[in-house]
Nanobody
Framework: QVHLVESGGGLAQPGGSLRLSCAAS????????MGWFRQGSGKDREFVAIINRSGGSTSYAASVRGRFTISRDNAKNTVYLQMNNLKSEDTAVYYCAGGGIGSSMSTYNYWGQGTQVTVST
């Protein structure tokens, strides 16, 4: 069993930055693909970014590519999402997930509780 806990959400101004962290319990973190997903109010949950087991390969949704960076530290059992040049449309609850395949949410076995990101003046 893997337990995921996100942190780092909050309020940011348009053009600002936030860094999300997701700490994982258990000894299988380094064997899992990790992803970030988000769900805006009244919207479906959507894919944001994924990173492979070693951290050497990443993939992003078109809406965040060039602004967001996913990374991981397997020694710390933690995955990060650096979010720069934030826009109002980035406002959502952000979830980290583990153990899935690519951007397919239904394949992810483990989910965090989510952290709210609000981009507003």
């Amino acid at each position: 069993q893997v337990h995921l806990v996100e942190s780092g959400g909050g309020l940011a101004q348009p053009g600002g930055s936030l860094r999300l962290s997701c700490a994982a319990s258990g000894r299988t973190f380094s064997s899992m693909v990790m992803g970030w997903f988000r769900q805006g109010s009244g919207k479906d949950r959507e894919f944001v970014a994924i990173i492979n087991r070693s951290g050497g390969s990443t993939s992003y949704a078109a809406s965040v590519r060039g602004r967001f960076t996913i990374s991981r530290d397997n020694a710390k059992n933690t995955v990060y999402l650096q979010m720069n040049n934030l826009k109002s449309e980035d406002t959502a609850v952000y979830y980290c997930a583990g153990g899935g395949i690519g951007s397919s949410m239904s394949t992810y076995n483990y989910w965090g509780q989510g952290t709210q990101v609000t981009v507003s003046t």
